[in-house]
Structure formats: structure tokens, C-alpha cells
């Protein structure tokens, strides 16, 4: 497995010539450790795993500076890096053609939602971690796959059955699954709010789910 820097993001390589592309999108954190450590799993099943650095090299730990670092962000330039992450992912030699996945984590869950349904023909698949959107769906083709927290003072639980039963409507595959006993950040290694159990759980329903809507088998 090759794992290197790409540019403004990390980029995990499987051993096999080529796979399906996933791109990874982190929380406001930013590009830590564990979203490293998610690309290269990802790799491990056979997938091409980018995640862009949507904060140029700053990571925190701290909830008000990662608060902070947001409020400040340009939303536009943060949908035009994401946007232009998915297609630099899509051209890859290694990643096989076709619709990719993405796989995102609180602010990247939203981001995830949101580029789903804004380049509906490049997404196939798309798991999400305790993060919502409440942007129109109609567009979007991907199947969803989400996993909450049970106390979570980051997603509103009605706006969150909003969008499950939206995507539903659409005539979309979605699946949301809540976890008893768990806090926003759950699936998070580095984090102090991780659950062990909760998470490999979790983690072991998104692979199976990108490898029913993605391959390889």
C-alpha cells in the first residue's frame, strides 16, 4: 500500500493496479491522524482513498478554535476545493471509472450531503458521520448510509428525520442508524469522545455498504 501527500491532501493508493475512488472528507479538526488512518484502511479494501486539506495544514484539537476557523471560512472556496478534490480524485490512473464514494465526518458529512446532491452523476455512494444538511436532495442519485450519536447537541434530531425521510422519498437508498450511549466525535480514535465498539461497528457497516454500491468485491 502506498500512502503519500498529494498536494493539499493525502492520498492512499491499494496494492492493486486500480479501485473505486473514495474521497474522505474531514471534520473542522482538519487533516488529522485519523483521517490519514481512514484513507489507508480504505486502501486495505481495495479502495483509492483521497482527502483534501480544506484547512491548509492547521489541525486542532480545540472545539472553539475549530468554531472559530469555520466561522471564518470562505464557504465558497470550501465548495470549490471539495468539488474540484471529487473530480481530481476521478481522474486518477488508479481510480476505476465510474461514480465514486465519499465518506465524511461532521462538517465533511455536511459537505458530503451537499456535493452528493450538487454533482449527482460522480457520487454512487455516500456514508456519512453525525453530520446533516437541509439543502434540496432531489438531485442526488447516490445511496446514503448515516451514523448519529445519541447525544449530539451538534444535529437536530428533527432536521435529521427531515432528511432521512426526504432522501426516501426521492426514491433513494438511505439508511440512518443511531448508536445508544455515544456522543458527536464517536467514531473519532483521536478524540475523547470515541466509542470503540460503536465505532468498528459503524465501520464495518460503511464497508460493506461502499463495497455493495462500489466494488470491488
Keep these: 500500500m502506498d500512502s503519500r501527500h498529494a498536494g493539499t491532501g493525502y492520498l492512499a493508493l ?16 482538519g487533516l488529522t491522524a485519523h483521517v490519514k488512518d481512514v484513507c489507508d484502511r480504505l486502501t486495505a479494501e481495495g479502495f483509492v482513498a483521497l482527502a483534501p486539506d480544506l484547512f491548509a495544514g492547521r489541525v486542532t484539537t480545540e472545539v472553539g478554535e475549530a468554531e472559530q476557523r469555520l466561522a471564518e471560512a470562505d464557504a465558497n ?20 471509472d465510474g461514480p465514486v464514494g465519499l465518506v465524511g465526518y461532521s462538517m465533511g458529512a455536511s459537505m458530503a450531503l451537499w456535493l452528493a446532491a450538487r454533482v449527482p452523476d460522480a457520487v454512487a455512494a455516500t456514508a456519512v458521520f453525525y453530520g446533516a444538511q437541509d ?31 426526504e432522501l426516501r422519498l426521492d426514491g433513494l437508498e438511505a439508511t440512518f442508524h443511531r448508536y445508544p450511549g455515544t456522543r458527536h466525535w464517536f467514531a473519532e480514535h483521536d478524540r475523547p469522545e470515541h466509542d470503540p465498539n460503536a465505532a468498528q461497528l459503524a465501520w464495518d457497516r460503511t464497508i460493506d455498504f461502499l463495497h455493495s454500491h462500489l466494488g470491488p468485491d
Excluded: C, K, N
Design 77 to 96: 472556496e470550501l465548495a470549490h476545493l471539495t468539488r474540484s478534490s471529487l473530480q481530481t480524485l476521478r481522474d486518477l490512473p488508479a481510480s476505476a
Design 135 to 165: 439543502i434540496d436532495m432531489a438531485d442526488a442519485r447516490s445511496a446514503f448510509l448515516g451514523h448519529y450519536a445519541d447525544e449530539d447537541p451538534y444535529v437536530d434530531d428533527d432536521s435529521l428525520a427531515l432528511l432521512e425521510a
Design 14 to 29: 491499494p496494492e492493486t493496479p486500480q479501485g473505486p475512488g473514495i474521497l474522505v472528507l474531514h471534520a473542522w479538526w
